[in-house]
């Protein structure tokens, strides 16, 4: 059964840092690609970082460029977005998403609210 769990979000103010997680199970973690995207109330779900199956090449668009960072970890099937310099606009549920040519699964999401 494939699961993908996130985990890590909360309250922090404007300015604070977040780490979430993504704990993968039910597939081969390695032939998948991570990516990380955010739904804000009333908007599309956009995509906020992804990095490849081996790790080796990550992208962000320019909003969150600079600011976020994604990392996996191999051993532990655990995907990570750290997130520094939080705005309020990057308040939005967070979901994971695994992928490849043929399949693709999604988490559940996890809340961030920056706000003060």
């Known amino acids: 059964q494939v699961q993908l769990v996130e985990s890590g979000g909360g309250l922090v103010q404007p300015g604070g840092s977040l780490r979430l997680s993504c704990a993968a199970s039910g597939f081969i973690f390695s032939s998948y690609a991570m990516s990380w995207y955010r739904q804000a109330p009333g908007k599309e779900r956009e995509l906020v970082a992804t990095i490849t199956s081996a790790g080796i090449s990550t992208n962000y668009p320019d909003s969150v460029k600079g600011r976020f960072t994604i990392s996996r970890d191999s051993a532990k099937k655990t995907v990570y977005l750290e997130m520094n310099s939080l705005k309020p606009e990057d308040t939005a549920a967070y979901y994971c998403?695994?992928?490849?040519?043929?399949?693709?699964?999604w988490g559940q999401g996890t809340q961030v609210t920056v706000s003060s």
């Open positions: 998403k695994a992928h490849n040519r043929y399949f693709a699964y």
